[in-house]
């Protein structure tokens, strides 16, 4: 039913490892978000896609590297993780006009848990 | 600053009773918006009702209504007649539309509801 699904729901990594989260959204927005879901802190926003180009990154640390080849699709490229790092991920999409904020619609998240 | 707080971390109520949560935010811009997500056990945070700072109506739908009151900057969801399938984590969050805060949501901590039958 979700317009925004994500893949995988889970995920196990070790710190060397090289993994990608990815998301795909069905409601034909412009702008794609990642968030980061820690325990017991609010969500984080990551990094902002709007029409295929990167207009924010709260200093995320750089073993996370975002993609976004279309306005469909937004991948989370992720290597040499800490323990820290595990968190639910969350993908969210909307339809921004530079006039008005429309409603971010998110996904169902990608469980992440860095040994 | 820009910041949402939700000041109930977990509230525990019996099936059918109303519970209230609360969500006080900060900005100083003029135009904004405020929201509020579900997130189920399953994770996905499930879109419930956003408003407009220009609009202090309050709204119903269903068993659910929003009280927003701009004098004291709070956006309370109230839950009547509760349901165990209301259990799940509650946020609020504010979307300010300063020029360089386009499509920035800002959320809260959260509260935890618990509806026990």
């Known amino acids: 039913e979700t317009g925004v699904t994500q893949t995988p729901r889970h995920l196990v990594m070790g710190m060397t490892n090289k993994k990608s989260l990815k998301c795909e959204q069905h409601l034909g927005h412009n702008a794609m978000y990642w968030y980061k879901q820690s325990a017991k802190k609010p969500l984080e926003l990551m990094f902002v896609?709007?029409?295929?180009?990167?207009?924010e990154n709260n200093s995320v640390p750089s073993r996370f590297s975002p993609e976004c080849p279309n306005s469909s699709h937004l991948f989370l490229h992720l290597h040499t993780l800490q323990p820290e790092d595990s968190a639910l991920y969350l993908c969210a999409s909307s339809q921004e006009t530079g006039l008005r904020t429309d409603t971010q619609y998110f996904g169902p998240g990608t469980r992440l848990t860095v040994l | 600053a820009q910041k949402v707080t939700q000041a109930q971390t977990e509230i525990s109520v019996v099936e059918k009773e109303d519970v209230t949560l609360d969500c006080v935010y900060e900005?100083?811009?003029?135009?904004?918006?405020l929201f509020w997500y579900k997130q189920p056990p399953s994770g996905e945070l499930v879109f419930l009702i956003r408003r407009n700072s220009f609009d202090e109506q309050n709204e119903i739908s269903g068993r659910y209504s929003w009280n927003f009151q701009k004098s004291t900057s709070s956006f309370n969801f109230t839950i009547t007649a509760s349901q165990v399938v209301d259990s799940a984590v509650y946020f609020c969050a504010l979307s300010p539309r300063g020029s360089s805060n386009t499509g920035k949501l800002i959320f809260g901590q959260g509260t935890t509801l618990q509806v026990k039958p």
């Open positions: 900005t100083r811009d003029t135009t904004y918006y």
């Open positions: 896609y709007s029409l295929e180009e990167r207009v």
